[in-house]
Nanobody, 124 residues
Framework: QVQLVESGGGLVQAGGSLRLACTASGRTSSAYNMGWFRQAPGKERDFVASIRRSTGATAYADSVKGRFIISRDNAENTVYLQMNNLKPEDTAVYHC?????????????????WGQGTQVTVSS
């Protein structure tokens, strides 16, 4: 089994930046693809970005393209989400997820392991 722990959330003003980190432990070889999702109160869990750890290939939701960057440090078993030009609508709990599959996918149902989440609040 792989375990995921997120860090880096907080309160920031609109236009500011935050960097989230997700560190995997345990059977990290099964975390072939990793992704970030977010969930605002009363809303569904939405895809944000994903990365294939072996090649660095990435995918992004349209709402964050050009503002967010997902990256990985395989030596540290860590995936990062750099969030720039944050907007109030980015406010949510951000969850890291992992899946043992080749395809980069945006569906949360495809991910088998989830972290507890970290709160990101953007004030206007």
């Amino acid at each position: 089994q792989v375990q995921l722990v997120e860090s880096g959330g907080g309160l920031v003003q609109a236009g500011g930046s935050l960097r989230l980190a997700c560190t995997a432990s345990g059977r990290t070889s099964s975390a072939y693809n990793m992704g970030w999702f977010r969930q605002a109160p009363g809303k569904e869990r939405d895809f944000v970005a994903s990365i294939r750890r072996s090649t660095g290939a990435t995918a992004y939701a349209d709402s964050v393209k050009g503002r967010f960057i997902i990256s990985r440090d395989n030596a540290e078993n860590t995936v990062y989400l750099q969030m720039n030009n944050l907007k109030p609508e980015d406010t949510a709990v951000y969850h890291c997820a992992a899946r043992n599959g080749v395809t980069l996918t945006t569906s949360p149902d495809a991910y088998t392991t989830w972290g507890q989440g970290t709160q990101v609040t953007v004030s206007s």
